[in-house]
C-alpha cells in the first residue's frame, strides 16, 4: 500500500482511549451525523486528519459523526478524487425521495 494513503489512524483507533472518546463524540453530536442528520450506523471522523496532525488525535473539537456515506465524500476528497457530479448527487436525491413513503405512508410513483 502507498504511504500517501497509509491508514494513520489504525493505532488510535484500537486504543481504550478512543473507544470511551468515540462514544462521548457520538454523544455530543447527538448520535446523528453533523453533514446530513442520519442516524443509525455512524463513524467518529477526525476533521483534520491523523497524517495531517497527529497531535490533534484526541482534540475533541477534532472530530465529528459521520454517517458512512458521509464519511466516504470526505475522505474521498482528502485523497484527492473528483468531488461528484451535481447531476448525478440530484439524481441520487431524487431517487432516495422517491424510495421514501410520503407522510400518508403511501411510496411517490
Not at 30 to 54: N, S, T
Request: hydrophobic residues 30%.
Amino acid at each position: 500500500m502507498s504511504s500517501r494513503f497509509h491508514r494513520h489512524s489504525k493505532p488510535i483507533l484500537r486504543t481504550k482511549r478512543w473507544k470511551v472518546l468515540r462514544m462521548e463524540i457520538l454523544e455530543r453530536d447527538g448520535f446523528a451525523c453533523v453533514k446530513c442528520g442520519a442516524r443509525g450506523r455512524l463513524e467518529v471522523d477526525h476533521i483534520r486528519p491523523v497524517r495531517d496532525c497527529p497531535e490533534k488525535a484526541f482534540d475533541p473539537a477534532n472530530l465529528q459523526s459521520l454517517c458512512p456515506s458521509c464519511h466516504t465524500a470526505k475522505t474521498r476528497l482528502e485523497c484527492g478524487h473528483k468531488p461528484p457530479d451535481p447531476k448525478r448527487q440530484a439524481w441520487s436525491k431524487l431517487v432516495e425521495d422517491l424510495s421514501k413513503p410520503s407522510k400518508t405512508g403511501v411510496y411517490h410513483a
